[in-house]
């Protein structure tokens, strides 16, 4: 009998040892899946949050490369104004002499709104564009000049900013030296003098080789340096 009851006292811890292994196990697998759900959560939440932080920096890195192309842009007018003052100067010093000459030929309307929005005189026109204000079909002018962020053109044919070239038109060459000017702002005339006396020198011609700053803008794709 007695060796019974330990027989059944034993069947008894067992059982009892062994729901308690399996009730374990079972809270055990459920914490851990827990801990796995939540790891799971978090990691898509530090995913996501970095996501939006990577994208928020970007946005900024543009806004801010937008905002110092945009202060450099200002910055090389504001370098290039001496030039510029010099072409406003020969530009109306032009259109004032045509529309002197026109008054005196009998013209009775000096100034009216033109083509593309441009203020034409009897002594030219002046509008924006190709980085610079332009004074078109000016008298003193026999070709096309750029001075600063301006740009002069002859009252000769083929010499307006629409004039046709092989890589586009006249004015997108002079736009080059808007943005030459820019760069070197008081030295970009006497280098241009400089360099294009010794091209008409050496190489027999002003545009020649040796004015570099007029082999860019003449390139099949115009730009400002060679």
């Given at each position: 009998?007695?060796?019974?009851?330990?027989?059944?006292?034993?069947?008894?811890?067992?059982?009892?040892?062994?729901?308690?292994?399996?009730?374990?196990?079972?809270?055990?697998?459920?914490?851990?899946?827990?801990?796995?759900?939540?790891?799971?959560?978090?990691?898509?939440?530090?995913?996501?949050?970095?996501?939006?932080?990577q994208?928020?920096?970007?946005?900024?890195?543009?806004?801010?490369?937008?905002?110092?192309r945009?202060?450099l842009?200002a910055?090389g007018?504001?370098?290039?104004?001496?030039?510029?003052?010099?072409?406003?100067?020969?530009?109306l010093a032009?259109?004032?002499?045509?529309?002197?000459?026109?008054?005196?030929?009998?013209?009775?309307?000096?100034?009216?709104?033109?083509?593309?929005?441009?203020?034409?005189?009897?002594?030219?026109?002046?509008?924006?564009?190709?980085?610079?204000?332009?004074?078109?079909?000016?008298?003193?002018?026999?070709?096309?000049?750029?001075?600063?962020?301006?740009?002069?053109?002859?009252?000769?044919?083929?010499?307006?900013?629409?004039s046709?070239r092989?890589?586009?038109?006249?004015g997108?060459?002079?736009?080059?030296?808007?943005?030459?000017?820019?760069?070197?702002?008081?030295?970009?005339?006497?280098?241009?003098?400089?360099l294009?006396?010794?091209?008409?020198?050496?190489?027999g011609?002003?545009?020649?080789?040796?004015?570099?700053l007029?082999?860019?803008?003449?390139?099949?794709?115009?730009?400002p340096?060679?």
């Amino acid at each position: 009998m007695a060796g019974l009851a330990q027989t059944e006292v034993g069947m008894f811890l067992g059982e009892i040892s062994s729901r308690i292994a399996s009730a374990t196990s079972t809270l055990l697998r459920q914490a851990f899946s827990g801990v796995g759900e939540y790891a799971q959560r978090a990691k898509t939440f530090v995913s996501s949050l970095g996501a939006r932080i990577q994208a928020k920096l970007a946005a900024g890195g543009a806004v801010l490369a937008s905002v110092g192309r945009g202060g450099l842009q200002a910055l090389g007018y504001l370098w290039n104004a001496p030039n510029t003052a010099v072409g406003i100067a020969y530009g109306l010093a032009g259109m004032t002499v045509g529309a002197a000459a026109s008054v005196v030929a009998g013209a009775t309307r000096v100034l009216t709104l033109g083509r593309f929005g441009a203020f034409e005189w009897y002594g030219g026109s002046i509008s924006l564009g190709n980085n610079a204000l332009q004074f078109v079909d000016n008298p003193l002018q026999l070709s096309a000049i750029t001075l600063g962020n301006t740009i002069i053109y002859s009252r000769r044919a083929g010499f307006d900013p629409w004039s046709p070239r092989f890589f586009g038109n006249l004015g997108i060459e002079e736009m080059q030296h808007t943005f030459q000017g820019q760069v070197l702002g008081p030295l970009y005339l006497p280098s241009h003098m400089a360099l294009g006396t010794a091209s008409t020198l050496w190489n027999g011609e002003w545009h020649g080789a040796i004015n570099v700053l007029e082999t860019g803008p003449h390139a099949p794709s115009p730009r400002p340096w060679p």
